[in-house]
C-alpha cells in the first residue's frame, strides 16, 4: 500500500534539515538540487505503527529569460 501525504508542521520539522542542506546546494550551483531521504513516523492518532516515510526535499530554480 502507497500513500501521498502533504505536509504538516511535524513532518515539516523532519524534513527542515535536508530544506536547508538543498537550499545551500542550489545556491552555490545556481540549479535545482533535491536531497533525498527516509525515516519512520507514526501519528499519534490514526496509525497504530510506525511507517516508513521517503521525502524528497527539493529547491527548483528556474532559468531566467535573457533581456
Do not use: C
Amino acid at each position: 500500500m502507497h500513500y501521498v501525504m502533504g505536509s504538516n508542521p511535524v513532518l515539516d520539522r523532519m524534513v527542515e534539515q535536508a530544506m536547508r542542506t538543498a537550499r545551500g546546494l542550489s545556491k552555490e550551483s545556481g540549479e535545482t538540487e533535491h536531497i533525498y531521504g527516509e525515516f519512520r513516523y507514526k501519528t499519534k492518532k490514526t496509525w497504530e505503527y510506525k511507517r516508513r516515510i521517503i521525502y524528497k526535499a527539493e529547491v527548483t530554480r528556474h532559468p531566467r529569460p535573457e533581456r
